[in-house]
Every structure is written in structure tokens, then in C-alpha cells.
């Protein structure tokens, strides 16, 4: 009796899912076959859409005549910072009769306080970064824009970090609002792409550099709310309590030992944030926020690769260097006080900048040298490397041309042709259920009211071929990364190389990574395809080796105890511990390709991301909005599977309630 019921009972717990996939499979062929006679089910019908498009550019039209005032006076309040820090960093305080009151700072000054600041923070090593970095600036002839650049995210980011800071406190208090309104606002911010943000922001402030303040400020503000919950709920319970015992008012508590106390996770936020917003910077010089973002683009509207490549290069050292700075000041300890002492003494570092500064400027009044970089010391570069890109080309355009020929011929365009021809219903089903498997009918309602907005706002055709270009690309970019992520965890000096290699690729804009790629393969899917494994490789790499490095050492002793080679113990013990964390990196890796795509509309993709860039040089809000949206849906889709693949897993191999790792 026993026996039968436990055979019963294994029956009723058999998951109904082979058989409804099967089904799923039967009925996809059943559809292909009587395609002729399904036709509105294979081709989603253009009298099915909904003119969504020119509805919401009506409204937004209304919406700026009624509230152009608004922000007309908002752009005038942020006007007054970003010229501040653009006379004082590169243009000087200029008269009406354009005679300089006061010069910008001297560039021998500003050099000499980043690598005080550098060494204040983070040592000799950080302070040689830095004044590398800018030195280089320098010397090839790129320090007027790399000032303009660094005016912009010098305003922006305070900005930023204090509406990050803000919303992250509200939605740390009001777990509701957070789960309700703030937490899907960041979702669908964070996948909307970049490009997405300068539409409406042009629309409601016109062009120029404050609205591309707005745009990044906008862009950039995301991470620092994110980190703000993490850091206040990472706060020991124990320093709360004491904070309860002390009598602290709640503000007290919040501001007088909670965020003091979540001082190193605050600052990863301010890392980010500092990051997003050079990289949006960059981006906002299509509206006109000038700089070194204007001159790359400049540069390749114009095919000049070297002057390109050079102004390029001028935005990697920015971002280098702010990145090791922030690094350096997220890792630093808070330093302890001594009551009593003269300013100089507790701040050295700061008083020795300032005075620095302020030497060099005045001698700059007096010394040309000190003014501006002198002529003779200044490298030009970008006609040597047209040369070196000319002579490339020329000797290895047969080589070049037939890799490029093979990948659209053998890999791209197939793939490309399979998705467009898909039935959109299948497709709909296929992840409604697939989202239904993994995280229940509420992932499936999600995934599927996505999809039909993609479709009732007719951008089904390119989302298809968005889709096409972000999976070749993640999928080379994990079969890439994957092993060079296990080949990290396996040594010392293998982690090391590739710690370099990530910070590198992670603290380059996205517009760097079209660079080399034009170089060489021109313009076109291959380019886009590159350029975006380029940019999306590094979380696989990353999250692999954090993963199997973090496998418990218990574990891999035991099976080690158990006479396995170093090859069971990789395959069999820790790449299934470590899967979690692997498929975590994936979803990034994904997630990295669809936000580099709309990049890759300036090479001649024609997906979404063309439709957003088309949308912007016509100042069109409603197409650009619908197709940012439309990119911003797919990611979450796609983000969603990801993360509920590996909640899956890691209840399947048991990791849901205990550590993993150790």
C-alpha cells in the first residue's frame, strides 16, 4: 500500500511542463504550416496597431505649451552653476566687450591639484594615474574640450548624487512607495537607452548644455538610489540600536549615524554615478553639450578616425582618472579628527591644492606658458594615425573584408532572416510561458503586456532585429567571457590580468568602443556586433571568476578528499555551485548589448536604436518615446527571465536560504 501510494504521489508532483512545451512545439508547426491561412498570426497586421506614436507627440506638444515656463526658469536656475564652472575651468569670466576679468584656471594648477587629490586618496600609485591621465590631456592637444567635459559632470554630479541620496531615503522609509513607484521607475530608467533621454529632454528645454545637464543628471541619478537602499540597509543592527539607546530622533538617527556609517557603499553609488554621467555627457553633446563627446562625434561624421581616436583617448583618461580617484575615496577609512587643529593641519592636501591653484592662475596673467599649453610641447596624433588606419587598410582590406563578409553571410544575416519570419504570436506565447515556468503568472502577465505594446505600436520588424544583434552579440560575449572568468579564479596572476583588463573596458564611454571598430570594418552590423561585445563582455567575465572563486573551500576539499582532478572539481563541483552567479552576469551581459545598440545606430544599424536616433535629429517625441520604450521593454523582459532562471537555480541546487559560498 505504501509502495503505491508513494508511486501516486510522485505522479501528482511530475511537472506538467514537458507536455505543455510539447504542445507549445506541436502547435508552432501546426502554425507554420497553415501560415498562408494564419496570416494575422505570422505578420502582426498594420490594422492592428494603435497610433500611439502620433498621440503622444501631440500630448507632448501640449505639455510643453503649457509648462514651457517651467522649465524654461528650471533651465535658467541650472544655467547659472554650469557657466560658472565653464568660465572658471575653460573660458575664463569674459566681459561684454569679451575682455578677460579673470582667467580660467591654469592648467599646470589643475594637473598638479588632481594628483594632490589622487595622492590624498589613494596613494603615489593613484597619483601618477591622475596626473598621467591629464597630462596627456595636455600634451595632444585636447585640454579645451576635456574642460568643457569635466564642467559639465563637476555640476552634474553633486546634482545627481543629491536626488539619489534623497530618493534612496524615501524608498529605504516607504517600502511600499519603493515597491510600487520608485523600484519600476529605476527598472525601466535603467533600460531605457541613453539616446531615449535626449527627446523629450529636448522637447521640454530646446538644445544646448543645459539640457544636457538635465539628460545626464536624469541618467546618472538611478545607481545612487539603488546604493543608498543597500547602504542604509546594510547598517548593523547593533549601531542602530545604540543610536536608539543614545535618544536619536529619527533625522538624528538617519543622518547622524546611518549614513556615516554606510560612508563605503554611499561612495560605490558616487563611483557609478560619476561614471554614467561623463559616459552620458558624452552622449548629450548631440543637443549641443559640446566638449570632447562633440569632437569624436564630429570626427566620425566626418571619417577623420585619428582626430577621433584622439579626442577618444582624452575621454578614457577622464574617466580613468575619476574612476581610480572615487575608487581610492570608497576604500578609504574615515580618518579621526584631533580637536584643536589649525585647518591647515587637518586638511593639508586641500590647502596645498587650493594654493597651488591659485599661484599658477595668477602667474598665468603674466606667463603665457602657464595660460594655455605652449605649441611646441603639444603631440599632433591624429594625422599618424590616419596614416597607420590608411596603410591597414590597404594591406589587409582582402583579409579584413572577408571575415566581415563570412560573419553576415554565415551568422548574422540567417539568424536575422529566422527572427523577422517568426510568428509574433509564437514568440509571444513562447516567453509568456517560459516567464510562467520560471517566475509564475504574475513574470508571464508581465512579459506578455510587453510584448503587445511592442506590437500595437508597430515596431515589432525592428524590435526583432534588435533582438537579433543583442542575442549574436551576448552570446559570443558570454562564450567569450565565461572562459577568460574561469581562467581568472584559477590563479593569482591570471585575476590580475583581467582585473585590469575589466576596469579598463568598464570605465570606457560607449562612443570609445566605435572607434577602433570603424577603423576597421567600416559601417554596418559587424561593426555594431563588435562594438557591442567590446562593451558587454565584462560582467561575464567578472561575475565567473567572482563565482567560482567564492565556492565554498569545504567543498572543493571534499571533493578533492574524493580523488577528483582539478578538472571534475571545475566542471562537476564548481561551475554548478557557481551557476547563479554566471546566468547574474548573462542577464548583464544582455543588458549591456541593448543599451550599447542604440550607440550603434551612428554605424548604420536599423533597429530601435536607429528609430530613438532618427527621432532625435527630428526632434520627434512621440517616435522617439515609443521606440526608448519599446528598447526599455525588451530589456526588462529579458532581465526578468534572466533573474528568475537563476532564482531557479539556485533553488534547485539548494541555495536559497543558505550561503552558497562560504
Given at each position: 500500500m505504501s509502495v503505491e501510494m508513494a508511486a501516486i504521489g510522485t505522479h501528482e508532483?511530475?511537472?506538467?511542463?514537458?507536455l505543455i512545451w510539447l504542445g507549445f512545439l506541436v502547435g508552432v508547426v501546426i502554425l507554420w504550416?497553415?501560415?498562408?491561412?494564419?496570416?494575422?498570426?505570422?505578420?502582426?497586421?498594420?490594422?492592428?496597431?494603435?497610433?500611439l506614436t502620433k498621440w503622444i507627440g501631440i500630448g507632448s506638444k501640449w505639455l510643453v505649451a503649457h509648462i514651457q515656463f517651467i522649465t524654461r526658469g528650471l533651465a535658467a536656475i541650472l544655467d547659472v552653476p554650469l557657466r560658472a564652472a565653464i568660465a572658471v575651468l575653460a573660458k575664463g569670466v569674459l566681459a561684454p566687450n569679451d575682455a578677460v576679468l579673470f582667467p580660467r584656471l591654469s592648467w599646470v594648477g589643475i594637473i598638479g591639484a588632481v594628483t594632490l587629490i589622487g595622492y590624498a586618496y589613494g596613494g603615489a600609485r593613484t597619483a601618477l594615474t591622475a596626473f598621467g591621465c591629464f597630462?596627456?590631456?595636455a600634451l595632444f592637444g585636447q585640454w579645451n574640450g576635456a574642460m568643457l567635459t569635466l564642467?559639465?559632470?563637476?555640476?552634474?554630479v553633486p546634482i545627481a548624487v543629491a536626488l539619489g541620496l534623497g530618493f534612496g531615503i524615501l524608498a529605504f522609509?516607504?517600502?511600499r512607495l519603493a515597491m510600487w513607484i520608485i523600484q519600476p521607475s529605476l527598472d525601466l530608467m535603467q533600460t531605457m537607452p541613453s539616446f531615449a533621454y535626449l527627446v523629450p529632454v529636448l522637447l521640454l528645454f530646446g538644445s544646448g548644455p543645459v539640457p544636457a545637464l538635465v539628460a545626464t543628471v536624469i541618467f546618472a541619478s538611478p545607481p545612487m538610489v539603488r546604493a543608498t537602499v543597500l547602504a542604509l540597509g546594510a547598517v548593523p543592527e547593533e549601531v542602530l540600536d545604540f543610536g536608539n539607546m543614545a535618544g536619536c530622533s529619527p533625522r538624528q538617527k538617519l543622518w547622524r549615524i546611518m549614513i556615516p556609517s554606510s560612508r563605503a557603499l554611499l561612495m560605490v553609488g558616487v563611483n557609478q554615478v560619476i561614471m554614467m554621467t561623463l559616459n552620458m555627457v558624452i552622449i548629450a553633446s548631440m543637443i549641443g553639450a559640446g566638449g570632447l563627446g562633440y569632437d569624436v562625434l564630429l570626427a566620425l561624421r566626418q571619417g577623420d578616425i585619428g582626430k577621433g581616436a584622439v579626442a577618444g583617448m582624452a575621454i578614457v583618461a577622464i574617466a580613468v582618472s575619476l574612476d581610480r580617484i572615487s575608487q581610492a575615496a570608497a576604500a578609504q577609512q574615515a580618518r579621526p579628527q584631533i580637536v584643536g587643529l589649525p585647518f591647515g593641519r587637518r586638511h593639508p592636501y586641500l590647502v596645498a591644492g587650493i594654493a597651488w591653484i591659485c599661484l599658477t592662475t595668477l602667474l598665468s596673467v603674466y606667463v603665457p606658458a602657464f595660460a594655455d599649453v605652449p605649441k611646441s610641447l603639444v603631440v599632433t596624433l591624429g594625422?599618424?594615425?590616419?596614416?597607420?588606419?590608411?596603410?591597414?587598410?590597404?594591406?589587409?582590406?582582402?583579409?579584413?573584408?572577408?571575415?566581415r563578409t563570412w560573419l553576415l553571410l554565415n551568422l548574422m544575416n540567417p539568424v536575422k532572416q529566422a527572427l523577422v519570419a517568426a510568428p509574433w504570436f509564437a514568440i509571444l506565447v513562447g516567453l509568456s510561458l517560459a516567464g510562467w515556468q520560471l517566475g509564475g503568472r504574475k513574470l508571464a502577465l508581465l512579459i506578455a503586456s510587453l510584448i503587445a505594446f511592442v506590437l500595437i505600436v508597430g515596431q515589432w520588424e525592428k524590435a526583432t532585429i534588435s533582438v537579433y544583434l543583442c542575442a549574436i552579440s551576448a552570446v559570443i560575449a558570454a562564450l567569450i567571457g565565461i572562459p577568460i572568468g574561469a581562467w581568472s579564479s584559477r590563479s593569482d596572476w591570471a585575476n590580475r590580468v583581467t582585473t585590469a583588463l575589466v576596469d579598463t573596458l568598464q570605465t570606457l564611454p560607449t562612443f570609445v568602443y566605435l572607434i577602433p571598430v570603424v577603423m576597421l570594418f567600416r559601417v554596418g552590423d559587424v561593426t555594431a556586433m563588435i562594438a557591442i561585445i567590446l562593451f558587454a563582455v565584462t560582467p561575464a567575465i567578472r561575475y565567473t571568476a567572482h563565482g567560482l572563486r567564492n565556492v565554498s573551500p569545504q567543498v572543493i576539499e571534499a571533493a578533492r578528499a574524493m580523488g577528483s582532478t582539478p578538472r571534475q572539481i571545475l566542471w562537476r563541483v564548481q561551475v554548478p555551485l557557481a551557476l547563479p552567479e554566471i546566468m547574474l552576469g548573462i542577464n548583464q551581459v544582455i543588458l549591456l548589448a541593448l543599451s550599447m545598440l542604440v550607440i550603434t545606430a551612428l554605424v548604420g544599424t536599423r533597429d530601435l536604436g536607429q528609430e530613438v536616433y532618427i527621432a532625435l535629429t527630428k526632434a520627434d517625441s512621440g517616435r522617439g518615446i515609443v521606440a526608448g520604450l519599446c528598447v526599455a521593454f525588451l530589456g526588462i523582459i529579458l532581465d526578468r527571465l534572466a533573474a528568475a532562471a537563476a532564482q531557479k537555480t539556485r533553488q534547485r541546487l539548494g541555495l536559497v536560504n543558505i550561503s552558497a559560498h562560504g
Open positions: 508532483r511530475r511537472s506538467p511542463w514537458p504550416l497553415l501560415r498562408d491561412s494564419l496570416a494575422p498570426l505570422v505578420k502582426y497586421p498594420d490594422k492592428w496597431e494603435l497610433g597630462l596627456y590631456i564642467a559639465s559632470v563637476i555640476v552634474c522609509r516607504h517600502k594625422d599618424s594615425l590616419n596614416e597607420i588606419i590608411k596603410w591597414i587598410n590597404i594591406n589587409f582590406f582582402d583579409a579584413i573584408e572577408a571575415v
